[in-house]
């Protein structure tokens, strides 16, 4: 039996759901019963009847599926998959940044700690952070964390003022510009598409920006049949399958790495053995402490309820 038919065949005798990031390994999201971006992903674990959910992601996005389903058993790959923009805001610290401004509201990207998720007032994704920071009445001042490059760019848009965590993701920090421009002058007739959580200088050569999902159904929606994308290489996978007939080419790195593109160690750390593996033995399994969910649970649901508007 492969590796896949034990994984099909544990998933239906224990009632699991495979939930994967658009950032996994190909064979990861060719398994997976759905392959989303961290809303999509939220959206289906706030839904789903399954008993156990396998988070094929990083460590906040399971901790947010298992929020949302005390109940349930959510297990993730490798508990190793962490996320450095989570890492850059410690929840102790941001505290106490947060009780510096007590009239604030306080939204934070999805891609931090459980811990510092239960200090916000609402949880936004790239797909729906402009929306969200609407939400907000303009009179009360905002504090968006921990993302300074999609904060900017929410301000730019919706021309807002907002105190900014200084966090960044490696990921879409890692792109070169002088390779990107190089790449441009190679290929002139290719549009550049780009993760608004890229530094923005990068942004700026961009004809469009959007979440990992609004990127795939700019590329489905558009004529145009060539692409260089500036966001983590994971997405080409299921981008290319989308569109088959269409030319995708990652935007480059400042490493110099086998792809020649920037990836997230941390996503790629989850394997189908491993995966196989956490199914099978129901471990490692995801904890959030009562008092830490209750607090977290009440901005996630609001995330929820706004982009359902």
């Given at each position: 039996?492969?590796?896949?038919?034990?994984?099909?065949r544990?998933?239906?005798?224990?009632?699991?759901?495979i939930?994967?990031?658009?950032?996994?390994?190909?064979?990861?999201?060719?398994?997976?019963?759905?392959?989303?971006?961290?809303?999509?992903?939220?959206?289906?674990?706030a839904?789903?009847?399954?008993?156990?959910i396998?988070?094929?992601?990083?460590?906040?996005?399971?901790e947010?599926a298992?929020?949302?389903?005390?109940?349930?058993?959510?297990?993730?790959?490798?508990?190793n998959?962490?996320?450095?923009?989570?890492?850059s805001?410690?929840?102790?610290?941001?505290k106490k940044?947060v009780?510096?401004?007590p009239?604030h509201?306080?939204?934070?990207?999805v891609?931090?700690?459980?811990?510092v998720?239960?200090?916000?007032?609402i949880?936004?994704t790239s797909?729906?952070?402009?929306?969200?920071?609407?939400?907000?009445?303009?009179?009360?001042?905002?504090?968006?964390?921990p993302?300074?490059?999609?904060?900017?760019?929410i301000m730019?848009?919706?021309g807002r003022?907002?105190?900014?965590w200084?966090?960044s993701?490696?990921?879409?920090?890692?792109?070169?510009?002088?390779?990107?421009?190089?790449?441009?002058?190679?290929y002139?007739d290719?549009?550049?598409i780009?993760?608004?959580?890229?530094e923005?200088?990068?942004?700026k050569t961009?004809?469009?920006?959007?979440?990992?999902?609004?990127m795939?159904?700019?590329?489905?929606?558009?004529?145009t049949?060539?692409?260089?994308?500036?966001?983590e290489?994971?997405?080409?996978?299921?981008?290319q399958?989308?569109?088959p007939?269409?030319?995708?080419?990652?935007?480059?790195?400042?490493e110099?790495?086998?792809?020649a593109?920037?990836?997230?160690?941390?996503?790629?750390?989850?394997?189908?053995?491993?995966l196989?593996?956490c199914?099978?033995?129901?471990?490692?399994?995801?904890?959030v402490?009562y008092?830490?969910?209750?607090?977290?649970?009440?901005p996630?649901?609001?995330?929820?309820?706004?982009?359902?508007?």
């Open positions: 039996m492969s590796i896949k038919d034990e994984i099909e544990l998933k239906k005798s224990k009632n699991a759901i939930l994967a990031h658009y950032y996994q390994r190909p064979e990861i999201q060719e398994i997976a019963d759905y392959v989303g971006d961290s809303l999509g992903l939220s959206q289906k674990a839904e789903t009847k399954a008993d156990i396998v988070f094929a992601g990083v460590h906040f996005m399971a947010t298992k929020i949302l389903n005390p109940q349930k058993k959510v297990v993730l790959p490798d508990l998959a962490g996320c450095s923009l989570a890492d805001c410690p929840a102790d610290t941001f940044f009780d510096q401004y009239n509201a306080v939204i934070t990207y891609n931090c700690s459980a811990k998720k239960a200090l916000s007032d949880v936004c797909s729906n952070a402009l929306k969200i920071v609407e939400s907000v009445p303009k009179e009360i001042p905002i504090i968006f964390a993302d300074k490059n999609l904060g900017k760019y730019e848009k919706t003022k907002m105190l900014l200084n966090g993701c490696l990921v879409h920090e890692a792109f070169s510009m002088e390779k990107l421009l190089s790449l441009v002058s190679k002139p290719y549009n550049i780009a993760h608004p959580e890229s923005e200088h990068i942004l961009a004809s469009y920006i959007g979440s990992t999902s609004e795939i159904t700019y590329v489905k929606q558009n004529n049949k060539k692409f260089i994308v500036a966001t290489a994971g997405i080409l996978h299921k981008m399958l989308e569109v007939n269409t030319t995708l080419i990652p935007a480059p790195s400042k110099d790495n086998t792809c593109c920037s990836e997230c160690s941390y996503m790629k750390v989850n394997t189908l053995e491993k196989r593996d199914l099978l033995h129901e471990i490692p399994q995801i904890k402490p008092n830490i969910s209750k607090k977290a649970l009440a996630i649901k609001r995330m929820l309820e706004i982009s359902r508007q």
